[in-house]
């Protein structure tokens, strides 16, 4: 029953995807693409998973998800990320479950899937071990290709239509063969409700709403994993964002925001620096503020770029202008150089792009 059900998910998720693409936007380029690393995979008898630097609730929960799919299916299964991941996905056993490259040579395997980005330079300084260890280095993502930057390996799968790379990974699963249990569900559902924000960002597009009824016949407490993904502020932290918010500074009749914070004023406050990531949003919920960046200091003239939208100013190309990526409407990029520069540069660019776009209608 279980099998014949999750085909029929599978089914319905197939139909819905009338925009899937990939660079052309061609759908039988993407199905051909994910048969051909459905057949890898089965081919594969060792297999490590990765994500990008500073990792989320969405690379994280597809790397984990096929973890537990390629254990039910007998491979050989390593977790290998370039950093710790947050502490807030200690929900997900990630102290048990991801080991944290440390300069060692990864494990020799078939293959490596890389989740969540198809930008190398994200997941240095991993990148490099990954390739000379294992036989092919994939990347599984859902993020626009950079124009101007590293192209992914041939054979990866980029589906820039799905909300999150999760949806890939439920994909895969399913043809696969997996059988979907709680584990996979949990792993899943983070991923969606991730980067979807609550359901907020998934557009028309029903894919989203139909995996997660799905994943919700195995995930029986959706709340926990909304609390520690959405509510673990502690006083300390609110306090900090109480400072940091008074702080923001506005452009373009109030339609740009600029915000900047530094990984010793997080510190100082007993916070790890990416807990400092979601001010950007918070920034982004004012009615009138159509484009914001966060700009993070990391280290003396080290820097974190974070740039929002809702979607009538396009953010990907100023990030990549930076030498960064991402979608459309939210991405970023890490940078080098002085501070006082680079807050001239961004408010001059988002305020032009802001002036250039048409205002938002009053509902």
Not at 76 to 94: C, E, H, M, R, S
Not at 309 to 329: C, N, T
Request: glycine share 6%; aromatic share 8%; with cysteine.
């Amino acid at each position: 029953m279980a099998t014949t059900r999750n085909h029929d998910v599978y089914r319905t998720l197939r139909q819905a995807s009338s925009l899937l693409a990939h660079s052309d936007g061609n759908l039988a380029i993407l199905d051909r693409m994910l048969d051909v690393l459905v057949h890898q995979l089965k081919s594969a008898t060792s297999v490590v998973l990765s994500t990008h630097r500073h990792c989320d609730g969405d690379g994280l929960g597809a790397q984990l998800a096929l973890f537990y799919g390629l254990r039910q299916l007998g491979k050989q299964v390593w977790i290998l990320n370039p950093d710790v991941p947050p502490k807030k996905y200690a929900f997900l056993q990630t102290d048990r479950l991801v080991q944290v490259f440390d300069g060692s040579p990864p494990p020799p395997a078939d293959l490596a899937l890389i989740f969540d980005t198809n930008d190398r330079r994200l997941v240095e300084p991993l990148i490099g071990p990954l390739e000379h260890s294992c036989k092919q280095v994939l990347f599984v993502d859902h993020h626009p290709i950079l124009q101007n930057g590293p192209a992914p390996s041939k054979g990866s799968v980029i589906d820039i239509s799905a909300a999150s790379t999760g949806e890939i990974a439920f994909r895969l699963l399913q043809a696969l063969g997996v059988q979907m249990n709680a584990e996979i569900a949990r792993a899943l559902y983070t991923s969606v409700v991730f980067d979807t924000q609550m359901f907020r960002y998934v557009k028309s597009d029903p894919r989203s709403h139909l995996m997660a009824a799905e994943l919700l016949r195995y995930e029986r407490d959706p709340e926990a994993v909304h609390q520690a993904l959405f509510a673990t502020y502690t006083v300390e932290k609110m306090n900090f964002l109480a400072r940091t918010l008074a702080s923001v500074e506005y452009f373009a009749d109030s339609r740009v925001a600029f915000v900047a914070v530094s990984s010793s004023q997080a510190l100082a406050s007993g916070l790890d620096p990416e807990e400092t990531a979601d001010i950007i949003d918070l920034v982004m919920n004012i009615e009138s503020i159509e484009a914001g960046a966060l700009l993070r200091e990391d280290a003396p003239g080290v820097f974190k770029l974070s740039l929002r939208s809702k979607g009538r100013v396009q953010v990907l190309p100023l990030a990549e202008s930076f030498g960064g990526g991402g979608h459309p409407f939210a991405s970023g990029a890490y940078l080098k150089g002085n501070g006082a520069t680079f807050r001239t540069s961004l408010i001059d660019k988002m305020t032009a792009l802001a002036q250039a776009a048409p205002r938002r209608k009053a509902p």
